[in-house]
C-alpha cells in the first residue's frame, strides 16, 4: 500500500515588497464628459512616480482646459505567502 502523506499549512496574502517585485504603478485617466457623457478616456502611462503621473493631468489639463475631472489607478503587487502550520 503505498501512502501519501500531507501537510497542511497557512497561506497569506501580503503586499510584495521583494526587491524583484514588481514595482507599484500609479496612472491617471480624464474621466471629464463631453456633450453626449462620453467619458474622454485620455489615460497617463503607468508610472512608478505618483508625482510623475500627477504631472501627466496637469498636462493634459493644460491642452484642455475644460478637462478636470480625473481617476487613479494604483497597482500594488501582492503575493501569497506559506506563513507555516495551519
Ligand atoms: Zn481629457
Known amino acids: 500500500m ?3 502523506r500531507f501537510r497542511f499549512v ?3 496574502l501580503r503586499p510584495d ?3 524583484d517585485a514588481p514595482r507599484t504603478a500609479h496612472r491617471f485617466r480624464c474621466v471629464t464628459l463631453d456633450d453626449r457623457d462620453d467619458e474622454c478616456g ?3 502611462a503607468a508610472c512608478a ?6 504631472g501627466w493631468a496637469f498636462g493634459h489639463w ?4 475644460d478637462h478636470t475631472d480625473f481617476a487613479e489607478t494604483v ?3 501582492w ?3 506559506m506563513d507555516g502550520p495551519a
Do not use: K
Not at 49 to 54: I, K
Not at 62 to 65: E, K, S
Open 75 to 77: 497597482e500594488r503587487p
Open 42 to 44: 485620455a489615460c497617463s
Open 10 to 12: 497557512q497561506w497569506t
Open 62 to 65: 493644460r491642452a484642455h482646459p
Open 49 to 54: 512616480d505618483p508625482g510623475e503621473a500627477q
Open 2 to 4: 503505498t501512502g501519501r
Open 79 to 81: 503575493v501569497m505567502w
Open 17 to 19: 515588497t521583494e526587491a
